[in-house]
C-alpha cells in the first residue's frame, strides 16, 4: 500500500523507540537488512515492545507514493525575455544524465558513501548513531542513507502538496520518540524502494528534491543560482560546496555564510579525495581556491514585484496574469488547484507583454503625473491589440508592491482592471461613453450630418425610453462644458463632446439598446455588471476600467471585430505539454460600415476637444471624456494597429474635484480645471507617437454616404395643415420641426402653415429640420403684374390769370 504521511502506529515513548530501532539495527548488521526486517517482531517480544512492533513496523506501508516535484514556473514576455517567476519550491527537474558525475560523487562521498552496497539503510551506521544517542540524550545523529533522506524529503514534499503543515512537520521530526519511529518508518520505506527502483533513479530522485540552500531546491537551480550554470556542467569544486549544502541549507548557504560554506567546502573535498574521486593535486587546488571567487550568484526574479526591475513597471501586468490564471477554469477545477499549479506546476508562461512599448508606457503615464507628485493624482494606460485582442503594455504611476507595509507612490491596485483581478471597481469614464450611444444612432438609421438639440435645458428621466417603457418622473438638470449649446450636427456634437446633443440624440433611441450595444463591445463596470440603462449614463456615469474601454474602442479599429483582452498566449506544463489558455474570442461586434463611420466622427477629436494636443503622424480616432466635476479624465483612442485608454483621476476619492490644484508642476484653478485634454490626451499621444515610430499605419476605411449624410426621402407638403398636424405628418416622416417665429401673409387660415422649408416633394435626409411659417390670417398684398401697361401722369393745366391765384 501507498504511504501516507498521516500513517503511523501506536504512540509510544522515546525509550522503546530507540530500543525497537537498535534491535533491527543489530539484527541487520548480522542477518542482514531483509532479515532483519522479518524477524523484528520476535525481538520485540524479547524487549517488551510487541505492541510497538506489531502496530508500528509490521503495519507500516511498504510503498512510497511520489507526487511530481514541485517545481517553479516562469513567465515570460511576448519576445521570450524572463519577467519573472513563482514557486513555493525554487526547483527545476533535470534527469540524472543532465547532472556531472562528479556532482553525483561528491553527494554520494559528503552522504552515503556505501550507497552502492546497502539495500536502503546502512545498519553499521545506525547502530553507531543509535549507541552514541543512548550515551548523549541530547544528540541528533542521524545516520540516514541517500535513499531515506529521498524518502523523508518526499514524504515532506508529499504533505505540503497536501497542505497538511502538521504532518510534513512530523516529517522533520529528529528527537524523541517520533524521530525513532520516523526512522522505522524511512528505514521500511526505503527497503521497499530499493527493491523496485534503481540507484541511479534513487540518486536522480534525491539530486532533485534534496535543498540546496535558502529556498533553493534541486541541483539545477543551485547551479545556476551560485555558478550561473547547469548542473551538467559543474566542476569538481563547484560540486564539492553545493553537496556541503544539504546538511544545513541555510548554515552552509555559500551566498549568505561563504566562510561557513568554504570550511564546509574544504570537508567535502577531503572526503572526495579520501574516497579517490578527485587527485591529491586536485583537493590542494581546490582548498586554496577562495569560495568567493567562484561565485557568480544569480538572483532569480521571484514574483511580480522583481518584475518591474526587468522590464519598467510590469509588476501590475504580471499581477494581472497571475489573477488570470487563479481565476480561469481552464488553469484548474479550484482556485486551489490553479494557485497550485502557478507555484508548484513548473509551467512557462508566455505572456503578451511587449517589453519596448511597456517601457514606453510606463515611462509617459509617469511623466504625465510623476510617481511622488504631492497632489496624489493616480494615472494609468491599458494598450491592447486590435484584432488580437493582446495587451501590450500596461502601466500606472504607482509602483508595484503587494506588501502589508507601504510608503507614498505603492500599492497593490491595479487601476487598469476590474476588481476581479486585482484592480479598483473602475471610474466613470465620462464623455468616453457617448461613442456608444453613436453606434446605436447609426444603427437606426441616423447619420452624422443629421441636426440634434445641444441647447441647455431641463429633462426629465420621462423624457427617455429604457426597454421600450418611458422612465420614471424624476427631473434632471444637465450641462455642457461648452456653454449653453445650439442646434448642430451629430459630427459637431462629437467633435465638441455637447452632452445636451448627445441626450437628445438618446431621446430618440432606447436606452436598453444602446447599453446592449455597449456590452456587445464587451464593455462592463469594474464589479463585472452590465452598463446601467440609466439616462445619464449616456454621459459616462458607471465605473469602468480602462482596459475594459481601451479593448471596446479597438473595436471601432478593426471595422467591427471584438476581441476579449487577453494576457497569455501559451501555457506549458514541465513536461512541455502545452494547456488550453484563455482566449479572445473574436467576433463581428458591429457591421463594418457602423465602425467607419464611428471612425470617422471620432477622428474630428483632433480639431475638437483635443485641439492643442499634439496629433500623432498617422491615422488615429478618440474621444476626451471627464466627468461632471472633474474627478475623472480620460482619453481613449486608437489607430488601425494599435488602441489605448488613459485615465487620469482621484484613484481613491472618487468625488475629489482636480480643481485648484498643481498637478506636475502645473497650477489648474476653478475656471481652468482638468479635462481629458489636459493631461490624458498629451500622455497618449506621447506614447503612441514614440510605440508607433517607423511602423506603417493603414488608414480607416472610407465612411459611407448613408451613414454620413442618410437617405435622401421625399418632404411631406404640409401647407394649410394646422401645426399639430404639420408636426406630426414630418415628424412620423422622420424630420424634424423648427416653427419661425414670424408669422407671415397667406391665404389658409391663420396660425395653419403658409409655407415650409425645404419645401415640399423636395428631396431631405432623415432628420433633417423642417422649418414652418406660419399665416397671420391676412391675405397677401396683389401680385403686381410686371407686363401691365403703366399710364403716363396727365401734367395739370395752367392757370391764365396767375396774378390772382390765392393768397
Not at 508562461?349 to 509617459?364: F, H, N
Not at 482636480?658 to 506621447?686: E, F, L
Request: proline fraction near 6%; hydrophobic fraction near 40%; glycine fraction near 10%.
Amino acid at each position: 500500500m501507498a504511504y501516507s504521511p498521516r500513517a503511523r502506529g501506536r504512540q509510544v515513548n522515546a525509550f522503546q523507540a530507540l530500543a525497537l530501532l537498535l534491535s533491527f539495527a543489530l539484527i541487520a548488521v548480522v542477518g542482514g537488512v531483509l532479515v532483519g526486517a522479518m524477524v523484528l517482531p520476535a525481538v520485540a517480544v524479547v524487549n517488551g515492545t510487541t505492541n510497538l512492533a506489531v502496530t508500528t513496523f509490521d503495519n507500516l506501508p511498504t510503498e512510497l507514493a511520489m507526487k511530481p516535484l514541485s517545481e517553479k514556473s516562469t513567465m515570460l514576455a511576448a519576445d521570450g525575455s524572463v519577467l519573472a517567476t513563482f514557486y513555493a519550491e525554487n526547483r527545476v527537474v533535470v534527469p540524472i544524465a543532465d547532472i556531472a558525475p562528479i556532482m553525483q560523487n561528491a553527494v554520494i562521498a559528503t552522504e552515503d558513501k556505501r550507497f552502492y552496497e546497502h539495500g536502503g539503510i546502512d545498519p553499521t551506521g545506525m547502530l553507531r548513531a543509535g549507541v552514541r544517542n543512548i550515551l548523549n540524550p541530547s544528540a541528533t545523529e542521524g545516520a540516514s542513507t541517500l535513499t531515506q533522506q529521498f524518502v523523508k524529503n518526499t514524504l515532506i514534499e508529499a504533505a505540503l502538496q497536501s497542505g497538511d503543515f502538521a504532518a510534513a512537520a512530523a516529517a522533520k521530526e529528529a528527537k524523541g520518540a517520533e524521530g525513532y519511529s520516523r526512522k522505522l518508518r524511512e528505514a521500511k520505506l526505503a527497503i521497499a524502494l530499493e527493491k523496485t527502483t534503481p540507484k541511479q533513479t534513487i540518486l536522480e530522485g534525491y539530486l532533485n528534491i534534496a535543498q540546496f540552500g535558502i529556498n533553493l531546491y534541486g541541483i539545477e537551480s543551485a547551479a545556476n543560482h551560485y555558478f550561473g550554470k547547469h548542473a551538467s556542467e559543474l566542476n569538481y569544486m563547484e560540486a564539492a560546496t553545493l553537496a556541503g549544502v544539504t546538511q544545513s541549507p541555510t548554515k552552509w548557504d555559500p551566498a549568505k555564510n561563504t566562510a561557513d560554506s568554504e570550511t564546509r567546502r574544504n570537508v567535502v573535498l577531503r572526503l572526495l579525495k579520501e574516497q579517490g574521486y578527485i587527485t591529491v593535486a586536485e583537493y590542494t587546488a581546490g582548498v586554496a581556491t577562495p569560495l568567493a571567487s567562484m561565485l557568480h550568484v544569480q538572483d532569480t526574479k521571484v514574483g511580480c514585484m522583481a518584475a518591474s526591475a526587468v522590464v519598467p513597471g510590469s509588476g501590475y501586468f504580471c499581477d494581472y496574469v497571475t489573477k488570470v490564471i487563479a481565476s480561469d477554469p481552464a488553469f484548474g477545477a479550484t482556485q486551489t488547484d490553479r494557485i497550485n499549479l502557478l507555484y508548484r506546476g513548473g509551467l512557462t508562461i508566455t505572456t503578451t507583454i511587449d517589453p519596448r512599448q511597456q517601457a514606453i508606457a510606463d515611462a509617459e503615464v509617469k511623466a504625465g503625473v510623476p510617481v511622488d507628485d504631492p497632489s496624489g493624482v493616480g494615472s494609468a494606460i491599458s494598450v491592447v491589440e486590435p484584432g488580437t485582442g493582446k495587451i501590450t503594455a500596461m502601466a500606472q504611476n504607482r509602483n508595484y508592491t503587494a506588501t502589508l507595509s507601504q510608503v507614498a507612490g505603492e500599492t497593490a491596485v491595479n487601476y487598469n482592471t476590474d476588481q476581479a483581478y486585482g484592480g479598483s471597481t473602475g471610474f466613470q469614464p465620462g464623455s468616453t461613453f457617448k461613442p456608444f450611444t453613436l453606434v446605436e444612432w447609426l444603427k437606426q438609421g441616423h447619420s452624422l450630418n443629421e441636426t440634434v438639440d445641444g441647447t441647455v435645458k431641463p429633462l426629465n428621466e420621462n423624457m427617455f425610453t429604457t426597454c421600450g417603457a418611458k422612465g420614471p418622473n424624476v427631473p434632471w438638470k444637465p450641462g455642457n462644458a461648452e456653454g449653453n449649446g445650439h442646434q448642430m450636427s451629430v459630427l459637431q456634437a462629437t467633435m465638441n463632446s455637447v452632452n445636451l446633443a448627445y441626450l437628445d440624440m438618446a431621446k430618440q433611441l432606447d436606452m436598453c439598446n444602446i447599453m446592449a450595444g455597449a456590452k456587445d463591445l464587451g464593455v462592463h463596470t469594474g464589479t463585472g455588471k452590465d452598463p446601467s440603462t440609466n439616462p445619464s449614463n449616456v454621459i459616462g456615469t458607471d465605473t469602468i476600467a480602462p482596459l475594459t474601454m481601451a479593448a471596446a474602442f479597438a473595436t471601432f479599429a478593426t471595422g467591427g471585430t471584438y476581441c476579449a483582452p487577453i494576457a497569455i498566449t501559451s501555457v506549458r506544463d514541465s513536461g512541455g505539454k502545452e494547456l488550453a489558455v484563455p482566449q479572445a474570442g473574436c467576433r463581428q461586434a458591429l457591421e463594418p460600415r457602423i465602425a467607419n463611420a464611428v471612425n470617422y466622427a471620432l477622428s474630428n477629436v483632433w480639431q475638437g476637444t483635443a485641439k492643442g494636443v499634439p496629433e500623432p503622424p498617422f491615422t488615429s480616432a478618440g474621444k476626451t471624456g471627464t466627468t461632471s466635476h472633474n474627478e475623472q479624465t480620460w482619453f481613449v483612442a486608437y489607430t488601425p494597429v494599435l488602441a489605448a485608454a488613459v485615465w487620469v483621476g482621484e484613484p481613491d476619492q472618487a468625488n475629489k474635484r482636480m480643481q485648484d490644484m498643481t498637478i506636475n508642476g502645473k497650477r489648474y484653478y476653478t475656471n481652468h480645471q482638468v479635462y481629458g485634454s489636459s493631461i490624458a490626451a498629451p500622455t497618449w499621444s506621447r506614447f503612441m507617437t514614440q510605440a508607433l515610430a517607423g511602423v506603417s499605419v493603414p488608414g480607416f476605411a472610407a465612411v459611407g454616404t448613408l451613414e454620413l449624410n442618410g437617405a435622401p426621402i421625399t418632404v411631406p407638403n404640409v401647407v394649410g395643415q394646422s401645426v399639430d398636424a404639420a408636426t406630426a405628418t414630418l415628424q412620423g416622416a422622420g424630420f424634424k420641426v423648427s416653427v419661425a417665429p414670424d408669422q407671415i401673409a397667406s391665404t389658409v387660415p391663420a396660425g395653419s402653415v403658409a409655407a415650409q422649408s425645404p419645401g415640399a416633394f423636395a428631396k431631405a435626409t432623415k432628420g433633417s429640420v423642417i422649418t414652418l411659417q406660419l399665416s397671420n390670417g391676412q391675405p397677401p398684398a396683389p401680385a403686381v403684374d410686371p407686363n401691365a401697361q403703366v399710364q403716363p401722369v396727365q401734367p395739370a393745366p395752367q392757370n391764365p390769370n396767375p396774378g390772382k391765384g390765392k393768397g
